[in-house]
Every structure is written in structure tokens, then in C-alpha cells.
């Protein structure tokens, strides 16, 4: 009996209703610049440009012609965006460490120098 309750079961499969598939989803109001659709899906974010590049620079690629852009400037080459933004997200960071290592410096020279 353990075969009839397999076929009742596949049965049961080919009786559901086959899934619609849906169109194009239109969830972006900045066309892609290559083909003007407006379905869009997150494109790929480099781990170094981290929050804050995210914040500035939204990489999205289109689901029709699968080109990359920027939605927030979907005109501009996104590679140079995110070069751009490394670079000036890095400098950030060195002066930030740099002006620490120095003010500490000046923090012990001036404890340090009055006995």
C-alpha cells in the first residue's frame, strides 16, 4: 500500500495550479540609461567602500539588459564612481589615523615634559 499513497501524492502535485509569471517589475523611478527600463535589482558592492559608499553611491543593474549604473547618477561610469569613492573614503581614513598618532604625541610631550 505504501505505492498508492506515493501516487496519491503525485497526484496531488500535478493538480495544483501552475504559477503566473510575472512581468517586469517596475520598482525604480530612474530608467536604466542603456534601455530605459525601470526593473532594477541590487548590483554587487566592493566590501571596501563599505556603509558609507553605500550611502553615496547606490549600484543597481538593470533586469532586462543587465547593464550596472548608479541610480543616484545613473549617467556617470559607475567603476570610476567607485574608485573615486575608495580613494576619497581611505584619505579619510589616514588623516583621521594621522591626526590621532599626532595628537597623542602632543598629549605625552606636554605631560611628559613638565616635572
Known amino acids: 500500500m505504501p505505492d498508492d499513497d506515493y501516487d496519491d501524492d503525485r497526484d496531488d502535485e500535478t493538480r495544483r ?3 503566473r509569471r510575472r512581468g517586469p517589475r ?3 523611478d530612474v530608467p536604466c540609461p ?3 527600463a525601470r526593473s532594477v ?3 554587487p558592492w566592493p566590501w571596501y ?3 558609507i559608499g553605500a550611502m553615496v553611491c547606490r549600484a543597481v543593474i ?3 539588459c543587465g547593464h550596472e549604473y548608479d541610480e543616484r547618477k ?3 561610469h559607475l567603476p570610476t564612481r567607485k574608485r573615486n569613492l575608495a580613494i576619497v573614503i581611505n584619505l579619510l581614513g589616514f588623516v583621521g589615523i594621522v591626526s590621532v598618532f599626532v595628537l597623542l604625541g602632543v ?3 606636554f605631560t611628559m615634559g613638565r616635572r
Open 62 to 64: 538593470c533586469e532586462e
Open 17 to 19: 495550479p501552475a504559477r
Open 107 to 109: 598629549w605625552i610631550y
Open 34 to 36: 542603456e534601455c530605459g
Open 26 to 28: 517596475n520598482n525604480t
Open 74 to 76: 545613473p549617467h556617470a
Open 49 to 51: 567602500l563599505g556603509t
Open 41 to 43: 535589482r541590487p548590483g
